[in-house]
């Protein structure tokens, strides 16, 4: 199946004298308006998003990416062993 650029193409061409300013400004608009939605898009697609912990007790586990809240803690040693542990 061959691909048909055509279209596409004919917003870059140069438009003709004839054609009135209102109708090149348009076509100007949806050129930028196309290029700006895929920078966007190809921004939007490199975020990624991991969620938010806060710290109240020890031996923690931790199963995929995660940040910690910024702030201070105070965290209980739940097992009086002095340690602790996130995993």
């Known amino acids: 199946m061959a691909l048909n650029f055509e279209g ?3 917003l870059f061409r ?3 004298s004839n054609q009135p300013r209102l109708d090149r400004l348009i076509t100007m608009l949806r050129v930028v308006l196309l290029v700006v939605v895929a920078v966007a898009f190809a921004f ?3 975020l990624t998003y991991s969620a938010e912990i806060a710290l109240d007790h ?3 586990v931790i199963a995929a990416d995660t940040t910690v809240s910024s702030g201070s803690y105070q965290v209980a040693d739940r097992d009086d ?3 602790l542990r996130v995993h």
Do not use: F, K, Q
Request: glycine residues 6%; hydrophobic residues 45%.
């Open 8 to 10: 596409l193409a004919s």
């Open 81 to 83: 062993n002095g340690v």
């Open 58 to 60: 020890d031996n923690v």
């Open 14 to 16: 140069r438009a003709d």
């Open 44 to 46: 939007a697609a490199s």
